[in-house]
């Protein structure tokens, strides 16, 4: 039952008692009054000093404005005070006696605001609209919410007021429309979700926002959801909460921030390390021991690891970027607050600088000299907790490292065991492997803590607390779209880098940008700018240009391809369904079986759609599947720490391309295997541990298997005479389906794929055997090309059809298709024309034709 009496709540009373006007000025009076008392303070002194104008009465001065300074103080503190929400440890329970009771000041002080509202506009009731529109017009936090989301305050002010006029005159008795109730029990259900004792403004703005019919426009004219608003309300909310929390000096945890000189007068001197090292513990005082969002497991891990008394060393293993050194912080801030495990409660965690060390001495020994004075000082000073960062550097073979390194094995081993001694080694999964996993008994003291990478969520608070610093540096905006767009852009785009890094990189970028251009708002076109530079990806909003490439798809593969309909069709939706981003999947855009006879141009419809849409032709990465006929060659495909792989690391590098795979049946079942997991999750993992995405790429696997098959039930058909080479649509269809059903019986039957291979692919396109002329054609468009680059020499070359046809007559084959064309334009033209040039016989303007003899006319 909804109980609500305003009157009956004390908040409301506050609220009555904050609007008095003394309070209004209380702030104003306090300052004025503080300058009157300081300047008379001053007159004294001066007076008292030189015996020429000192009086009682400057004295009196003194005594009185500093009377009313604290009487303003005292009043203005008070005002703070009523503006503080006790609510209830039970919110739900105590908001069935009163639900207004649970209403915190701001949300109190606009109902408020409602009530002298509709009584000045001699209205009946208080509705959601009434309350939406005080708030817009006098609350500063839905001022700055809006400010976030860019949206358009005069239309949704209009759009209130519609409302509001809607409603019937009359006495206001204190009455509250129904669709106001709700949106109050809603609040209500939100603050007891967040485990608040108060309703906030965050709770009720953000289920007007989702009810209401106001803001259904305005949010899609900014590209946002009402789950978007929510999110920037709770964020807004935390945030004002915190830095609430931050000016509570007096707390406990407030009072611990500031450090303690009794710890480190207990502890002894380290005197070599503060000269090589960087104390974390003081970095992260500095800034306020800020909250670290990413690794609490990871961190809680490490902590029960290096309490221990014996093997208490962590070596940290993550890819660069993957946030390992906010382990450490995190670490820092934990053991600064005794908010840790045990022992490692107020213990400074200090990064040691090797490469410092190295660079200050002429030689290894004296280097080892001063790490040895440094580990014992560790030892016995006992608040330490030492971190290496790129422990790999320092462990095994560095004859091969860059500038900095160093074997130090040997001298760390020793004091490993030591239970004084805690170190946390800093490593990737490269440097592991090809390093630290040599030395087997130095990897023995350590335990492993293996980094994964963060998740989108955890991303989000950080970029949000990144924004938050970079737009008080660089006096900019950045709305929340922005925000939004950074984290799931780079998640989707930026795939050879770890969360958090790339969406910090990102964000950090745009707003450089934004600042250089002299804008004010880090708009979130700016981020699909950069992912599209970055990645050379198209993402953002589909410009004209692009929109008639996709719209024009299969005339622009048609320029290049003849006949095969079917496959250029269901390439040209893959890739408008990709672009327009109407399907959610986590496998690539699309992903292909081309099956038919060889020379029909399979491999060429996949570089025609590397050149049309994704640029050229280069961004087309092929493997020739019949190299990998053993089990062994996974090593080659996914890589190792010795090579590259010849898959993956293309793919890392460069995400949005063609991946075209040859021959896809002569490679090994297990290599065969290895993408039954990009078709269903759209990742590998790479030979050093990394997972490498093919969601921005196109996989086109192509097989002649069983193309005996196809030209078998085609002749079967036609000795039949139910295959012609004209036929209806719906007939053409039918016939296919024949020749897929067969195929498909003979791959099954013979083992050359499985079922549950076939079925991860998006389409079976079956390429159809060439006709004459089809032959033609593709002899056409290959002269094309000759004629193209003979144009850009000056010389104009006249392609006949009895040229076709010779071209046809001597490079068909049955077996090879179309293939053998292109080496008799070699053999025939290409190398006729070449030596008349040579020669001098064809000269710049000169117009030429090749008869059906292949002799060369010049005219």
Not at 362 to 376: C, V, Y
């Amino acid at each position: 039952m909804f109980v609500f009496n305003p009157r009956e709540a004390d908040i409301f009373q506050r609220v009555n008692w904050s609007k008095w006007p003394i309070f209004r000025w209380a702030k104003i009076a306090k300052r004025m009054f503080l300058v009157l008392c300081v300047f008379f303070v001053a007159l004294s002194l001066y007076g008292f000093l030189t015996v020429k104008l000192f009086n009682q009465s400057n004295l009196g001065f003194v005594l009185m404005f500093a009377a009313l300074f604290i009487i303003f103080w005292y009043l203005e503190i008070f005002e703070k005070g009523l503006r503080y929400s006790f609510g209830a440890e039970n919110i739900l329970k105590k908001a069935e006696e009163n639900i207004a009771s649970v209403l915190d000041f701001e949300v109190a002080r606009i109902i408020s605001e409602s009530v002298g509202f509709v009584r000045s506009k001699r209205l009946e009731s208080v509705n959601s609209a009434v309350f939406m529109w005080c708030a817009i017009e006098s609350s500063s936090e839905t001022g700055v919410v809006f400010a976030r989301t860019m949206m358009n305050l005069d239309t949704i002010k209009k759009s209130l007021m519609e409302e509001i006029k809607n409603q019937a005159g009359g006495r206001f008795e204190w009455e509250f429309t129904d669709d106001f109730q709700d949106m109050i029990d809603g609040a209500l259900k939100s603050a007891a979700d967040r485990k608040n004792n108060v309703i906030s403004m965050s709770d009720v703005l953000s289920v007007f926002v989702e009810e209401s019919k106001v803001f259904k426009r305005p949010l899609m004219d900014v590209n946002l959801k009402s789950k978007d608003v929510k999110d920037l309300l709770f964020w807004m909310d935390n945030f004002k909460r915190d830095q609430d929390e931050k000016k509570k000096f007096w707390t406990m945890k407030n009072l611990l921030k500031t450090g303690s000189i009794a710890k480190d007068w207990a502890a002894g001197y380290t005197v070599l390390l503060d000269q090589f090292s960087s104390d974390i513990t003081n970095v992260m005082r500095k800034q306020g021991f800020r909250e670290i969002f990413a690794h609490r497991s990871e961190v809680e891990k490490m902590e029960a690891i290096l309490a221990r008394r014996e093997r208490n060393n962590v070596l940290i293993i993550g890819e660069s970027g993957s946030s390992r050194r906010s382990m450490i912080e995190s670490l820092a801030n934990r053991s600064a607050m005794g908010e840790s495990s045990g022992d490692l409660n107020y213990k400074r965690v200090v990064l040691l600088d090797i490469p410092r060390i190295l660079a200050s001495n002429s030689n290894i020994k004296e280097s080892e000299i001063i790490l040895d004075k440094i580990f014992q000082e560790v030892v016995f000073a006992e608040n330490v907790i030492l971190v290496i960062d790129n422990f790999h550097n320092y462990i095994g073979d560095t004859s091969s490292q860059r500038l900095g390194a160093a074997e130090i094995s040997g001298l760390l081993s020793s004091y490993l065991d030591s239970p004084g001694f805690k170190l946390v080694g800093i490593t990737t999964f490269d440097g592991l492997h090809s390093n630290i996993e040599k030395n087997s008994q130095l990897l023995s003291l350590f335990e492993k803590v293996e980094v994964v990478e963060i998740s989108e969520a955890e991303t989000a608070k950080i970029i949000q607390d990144r924004a938050l610093q970079l737009e008080y540096k660089y006096k900019v905006l950045v709305p929340w779209q922005t925000i939004r767009d950074t984290v799931t852009m780079s998640a989707k785009y930026i795939t050879n880098l770890p969360f958090p890094e790339k969406a910090m990189g990102l964000i950090d970028e745009a707003v450089v940008a934004t600042a250089k251009r002299r804008k004010k708002i880090v708009s979130p076109e700016i981020i699909a700018e950069l992912i599209t530079n970055k990645t050379q990806i198209p993402v953002g909003e589909i410009k004209e240009k692009e929109k008639a490439t996709l719209l024009n798809l299969e005339n622009l593969i048609h320029q290049r391809i003849i006949n095969q309909e079917e496959a250029v069709v269901n390439i040209a939706k893959a890739m408008r369904r990709a672009r327009t981003e109407i399907t959610i999947r986590k496998g690539p855009m699309g992903a292909f079986l081309f099956l038919g006879p060889t020379g029909v141009g399979k491999t060429e419809t996949a570089k025609a759609l590397a050149e049309i849409y994704f640029g050229s032709e280069s961004k087309m990465i092929r493997l020739d599947m019949s190299e990998f006929q053993a089990i062994k060659d996974i090593s080659r495909i996914i890589g190792s720490t010795e090579e590259n792989g010849l898959l993956t690391t293309p793919v890392r590098e460069d995400p949005f391309s063609v991946v075209l795979l040859d021959e896809f049946e002569k490679a090994h079942p297990s290599i065969i295997n290895l993408f039954l997991q990009v078709f269903d999750e759209g990742h590998l993992t790479d030979g050093l541990g990394r997972k490498v995405s093919f969601s921005n790429a196109i996989i086109i696997a192509t097989s002649n298997a069983g193309y005996q098959i196809i030209l078998k039930v085609l002749k079967e058909l036609t000795e039949a005479g139910s295959f012609e080479t004209e036929k209806p649509v719906g007939r053409a269809k039918e016939v296919w389906d024949v020749v897929e059903k067969r195929l498909l019986d003979y791959i099954f039957e013979n083992g050359i794929f499985r079922p549950e291979l076939v079925n991860r692919f998006d389409d079976l396109v079956i390429f159809k055997p060439l006709t004459k002329e089809n032959l033609l054609d593709i002899a056409g468009l290959m002269l094309k090309k000759l004629q193209k680059n003979l144009k850009e020499k000056d010389i104009d070359l006249t392609i006949t059809e009895p040229l076709k046809a010779k071209i046809v007559e001597l490079g068909y084959d049955p077996v090879f298709g179309a293939r053998e064309m292109r080496r008799v334009i070699q053999d025939k033209v290409e190398n006729l024309i070449a030596t008349a040039m040579l020669s001098n016989k064809i000269q710049k303007g000169d117009k030429i034709k090749i008869d059906k003899e292949l002799n060369l006319i010049i005219n």
